[in-house]
């Protein structure tokens, strides 16, 4: 009697989080690094442009394996309709965490799953409401953490925890870069079967 076998996924992506958030489905996968062009069109709103990334990452890595699903995703910070980036440094989280102080920020987590011709793209909003905190808690997160390849300044699954007064969403991974239960369903209709049987680290590469 033969086992079923999870079709071959790839996740395109070169965050790490990511990378870890998937493996807490345990799949196998492989990890291939999509070159984008990030730049936002002009006049593009934060939604379309999470959606048009996503879809282009997913792409990127699909034309050269076509016999595999691809997992794309991309996430861009909305302060009052204003994209906010990866800080980069200090002084530029710092400047990001005054900004959003006392302020609603939605984080749009765009997902794409392509095969070939056959794609879905959906996004996962998250409301994040920043506390009114001093600048020199501000300042001593981030020397603590030091988030900055992170878009809004902040990590939610760790000490950034702490500048948050509330978080709104329906998928609670999202606000960490992949949102979980959108993608379970997404695979599941694809034909994976999660949990599966058994993985495998030696079925993981990563192709940096």
């Known amino acids: 009697m033969s086992s079923f076998q999870n079709p071959p996924l790839i996740l395109g992506s070169t965050s790490k989080y990511r990378r870890e958030l998937l493996e807490r489905l345990r799949i196998p996968f492989e990890v291939i690094s999509p070159k984008v062009d990030e730049t936002p069109l002009t006049g593009e709103s934060t939604l379309d442009l999470a959606m048009r990334l996503a879809r282009a990452k997913a792409a990127a890595v699909a034309k050269e394996h076509p016999n595999a699903w691809v997992i794309g995703s991309d996430q861009v910070a909305d302060l009052c309709g204003a994209a906010i980036g990866k800080p980069g440094n200090f002084e530029r989280a710092l400047a990001q965490l005054q ?15 392509m095969k070939g011709d056959t794609q879905t793209t959906l996004c996962v909003p998250t409301e994040v409401t920043f506390r009114k905190l001093p600048d020199n808690v ?71």
Do not use: H, W
């Open 138 to 208: 501000l300042e001593a997160y981030l020397l603590a953490e030091e988030p900055y390849d992170c878009a809004g300044s902040a990590k939610s699954e760790g000490l950034g925890i702490s500048l948050l007064e509330s978080i709104k969403s329906d998928d609670p991974t999202a606000l960490i870069g992949l949102p979980l239960i959108a993608l379970t369903g997404l695979l599941r209709d694809a034909g994976f079967v999660i949990p599966s049987k058994k993985l495998s680290n030696k079925n993981k590469r990563s192709y940096l």
């Open 99 to 113: 900004l959003m102080r006392g302020q609603t920020v939605i984080f749009q987590t765009a997902l794409c799953l």
